[in-house]
Each structure stands twice: as C-alpha cells, then as structure tokens.
C-alpha cells in the first residue's frame, strides 16, 4: 500500500541515514525512493549529503515518464526506481546501493543461482545481475528494467560494477533485502575462496597470501613503510611522520620549525602536481597487497572511475633514490587522486575530511575487489571511454557541488 506524501518523506530520510549507519552507502552513494501513489513516488534528490536531507527536499516524481514537481532535481537513478514501480505494483519503497559485498559479486557478471537457504525466505532462490552501462545513462535504466521484466520474482537485483536495486513491499523489507543480499554475497565470496584454495577455513589474511603466492608478488611485510601524512596551507604544508610533525616550504622542502624528513619530497612533488590540501597513506591488508603487485589498478567499480580516476599507477619507493622516485609518483598522480606505493599503500589526494572519507572507502573496495574477482577468475572492467566520461563528469559536476555543502 503506497505511503502518504509526508510519511514517504521522512521515511526517505531516514532510510539515507541509515544506510549510512549500517554501511550500505557512503556520502551521496545510492538512492532511496517510496511510492505515493499509483502513478508516482518521491525520491532522493542529486548529489546532496544523506546526513543533512531534509523531507523538503525530497522530490515528487511522476512513474510514467519520469517529470518530476519543483526546483530540486532528483537522483539521476529516477528511471530505474520508475522501472521497479512500473513491474511490481506492490513495490512501495525501493533502495539502491552501492554496497561492498554485492557490487564486488557484480563485477563477475554471475547472478547468484542458489540462494543460501539462511537467505531464501528474504532473497528467494536467485538474485540475478544486471548487465553493465554507465551510470545516470538511460542505457543502464533500459537493461535494469529488462533484467527485472526477465527475472519477476526477484526483489534483489545486483547491478554489474554499480551496485544493487532492492525493491521491497516495505521499508522494512527493502533493508531486509538490502541486508541479506550483502550477507549472502560475503558468503559467495568466502565459499569460492575457499573452493580455489583448498583451505579448511577462511580468513582474509588467508585469502590475500593466496592472492599473493597466485600472482607471484611478494609476501606481506611485517611493516609498513610510513609515507606520512600532511596539510597544505598556502606555501606551506605540515608534515607528520612517525608521530612527529614539522612544517614545510612547499618550494624549498626546507623545514619551518625543524628538520624535514627525507620523505617531504614524496610530499612536496605530489602537492607540485595536484590541486589538493590533504595527503593521507592508506594501510588496509587489501590495498597494501594490491600495491605489491606491482600492477596498476585499472576501474572494476564506476564509482572507482569517478572518484580516483580513469587508473591508478604503481610506483616504487626507494629510500636511496628518493628524487627519482618522488618525481615518478608526482607524475603519475596527475589527474588522479591516488597513487600506489609499492608495499606501502597507497597516497590518497583531497581538499576536505569528506573526500578523503570517499576516497578511502573506494579504495578499500576496489582493492578487495581485486583480490576477489582475481579468485573468482571472472575478471571484468569498466570501458575506458566510459570510465573518462564518468572522470570528466565528476570533476566538473558533481564534485563541485558536494564540495559546496
């Protein structure tokens, strides 16, 4: 039965903060839209934050052609929540997500075709996936709907490198289905581990050694270089390294108040080539693993495309070559917000605490994907074209605006 305007609003802010909460969405990730009526819905609108959403500025959107009432435009996604009411008449609240577990499964292009019975009472016994097209297109809209034409008795459709669409009688059984599907993909993942190594239980650092051993890269270290961490102000950034900070000219790397580490180089040629404030290094098992391949990181995830960009380069850093090296990791940086350091990490690039957040959340996921899809041995990637018309769009739009709130 659909919602009353006012109450289909509040539950739509509500269910942003919650996904957030529980982990199924970060920053402006995802949407979330309730039915009204029999000919319309409201929806989230574009690229505003979840945490400060207010019901007024939840958009009214009409089922059959997508128009929508007032100034605020809505999510981008409108189309594939009007596909969900358009072919399931009981389907009064429908969440997308860009969830960890799921949009990892996604990538393979496999649907899940036995559900886990702890799972079926909620998913049924298959959730299928969506073939692949860029995001906010009407292309994706048109194989998301076909997807669900094809498979009518599924709730929860994974969407291939994107995400999920869950489509419940409810509030209440939309997250149900939101859940269960992230909790059966995790399942999916540690069952095919488990299935290609042999091994008699899993654990993740189980799993990224076999990644390791499979790819012939190096074993992970029993320390991390520290690459250190700073803040640009002006001409000057501060610089913190093992628990120690000093102040940096920008141009002369010379230190301010003290001795400048030898890795202010690193720092400074980065800050010479990107237009950022922040440089964190990031430490999570799966990213350091990726970065001891060797290999650069090539989009698997749209959101990776988007918010890092169209690749990500693997360098090396020498502690006895640190011009040269500080050089190649500047360059390669260019025109991206993070660079692998090999068996270190990675540097991250942003202007506020809310892109770092964005960007460390997506790498982590991109990293495991790695791992993951590596295992499944059903690697996919996301169009190059593609992955520079979601870069070029995000830089110019969308970053721009969330950066404004």
Known sequence: MAYEIQEAKELVVKAGKDLIEKGLIARTWGNVSARI???????????????????????VVNIDDCSYEGDIKPSS????????YRHHPTVDFVIHTHQK???IVSITGMEIRNV???FKDVLGDKVPCAAYAMSTTDSLRKKVERC?????SARAIMMMHHGTICMGDSYEHAFALAESLEKCCEKVIKDNYLRHSWAKEYSEGDKIAYYLEKNDAPKMPEAIADLGSSVRNGNIFTLTVGGKTVDVDVETGVGINGIAPKIEKLHRAIYNTEDCTIIKQLT???????????????????????????????????????DACADEIGDSIDNRNAVLIQGAGALITGNNAGDIQA???????????????????????VPKLECFLMRTVYLAKYSKKINEK
């Not at 790498?363 to 899809?373: E, G, L, N, T, W």
Request: charge should be negative; aromatic fraction near 8%.
């Open 37 to 59: 009526s029999d000919t319309q819905f409201v929806i989230t609108p574009s690229g505003r934050a979840y945490e400060d959403l207010t019901p007024e500025e939840i958009v």
């Open 116 to 118: 886990y019975d702890e």
């Open 77 to 84: 996604e409108k189309g594939v929540h009007a596909a969900a």
């Open 359 to 381: 960007l460390e959340i997506i790498m982590d996921k991109a990293c495991q994907a790695i791992v993951d899809v590596d295992i499944f041995n059903r690697a996919h990637y």
């Open 101 to 103: 577990a799921a949009t």
């Open 148 to 152: 669900i034409e094809m498979n009518p």
């Open 284 to 322: 999570d098992p799966y990213v350091v693993a990726v970065s001891l391949t060797g290999d650069d990181m090539v989009p698997m995830i749209d959101d990776f495309a988007q918010i890092v960009g169209v690749d990500v380069r693997n360098c090396p850093w020498i502690d006895g070559d640190t």
